[in-house]
């Protein structure tokens, strides 16, 4: 099942600039292991913001929902999660 995610960050200009640096390490990593996994499919840059725009690739609801939750920057988060369906012209899929 696919999914497109917006994820806006907006961690708090107050947090201890060594916590900062720890959960952003974490969710790179975090973000890695599931990009090499294949369930993180891609990964853009959103022009200006800090926000991106991902492409999951997982079996369930309920398992993006578990990667999602335990991003290690979730708690300053904020998400836009739309299902994806094949498009009739995609000329990868026309029969
Ligand atoms: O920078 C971001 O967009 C937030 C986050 C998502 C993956 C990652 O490594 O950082």
Redesign the pocket.
Known sequence: MLYAVK?D?AIPRDLDPEVRAET?AR??AY?HELQRGGEWVH?W?MVGQ???LSIFDVASNERLHEILWNLP?FPYMTMEITPLAQHPSDIAVES
Do not use: G
């Open positions: 994820m960050v952003v969710e790179k973000s990964i840059r800090y926000s991106n920057l």
